[in-house]
């Protein structure tokens, strides 16, 4: 069975923005079958609607699957890896700027905090998301201007993530002229090797 990676844009971003399309082709000429789905409405990203799509998008997962998430993508999977049925397990997770809490300048606005209050206020069940992936790794950046770098603590704490520390990335997206990440690339062929 082929390897399968799903790379979950964020909030306002769409598969064709940053690392994204590099990501997938570097994937797919080491074999591995890549969906860079987009996202539905992602100015407005909804915790439910987003979990659903990723699972239908999905389908049936197994430990050939892989993840990697940037930013809100990175709580979409994890609150997805939350609803599998109790057998399934999953080959690994990486989250980039992943995040439980953030900086007030991601909330400047009405919409913004309408968007972000419930991926804040909505707990996020840990025990259960572990049951489905042993593997998962963090990568940050110590000038994040949305995501306090406090976070990556929050992932190795309850999660047993590996924490990746980049520098002067800011928010590791295309908008930060973030469109080429080894890091990432790393720690997924770290993972379906391990």
């Known amino acids: 069975m082929s390897k399968r990676a799903f790379i979950i844009h964020g909030w306002d971003d769409s598969p064709n923005n940053g690392w994204f399309p590099w990501l997938k082709k570097k994937l797919e000429a080491a074999a591995v079958e890549v969906h860079v789905p987009a996202m539905p409405d992602p100015e407005r990203p909804d915790i439910d609607t987003w979990a659903l799509f990723l699972k239908h998008a999905v389908g049936q997962a197994d430990g050939q699957t892989f993840f990697v998430g940037h930013s809100i993508g990175g709580q979409t999977i994890l609150r997805y890896l939350a609803t599998l049925p109790a057998n399934v397990k999953v080959g690994g997770a990486v989250l980039v700027a992943g995040w439980v809490t953030l900086k007030p300048a ?14 804040l206020e909505r707990p996020l069940n840990w025990p259960k998301i572990r049951t489905h992936c042993d593997q998962f790794t963090a990568i940050v950046s110590d000038d994040d201007q949305f995501v306090p770098i406090e976070d990556s603590q929050v992932f190795l704490l309850e999660l047993g993530a590996k924490i990746i520390t980049e520098h002067h990335k800011r928010h590791l997206g295309g908008l930060d002229g973030v469109v080429v990440l080894p890091s990432v690339l790393q720690a997924v062929a770290q993972m379906m090797n391990g």
């Open 106 to 119: 991601a909330t400047e606005d009405e919409d913004s905090v309408a968007v972000a209050t419930p991926w």
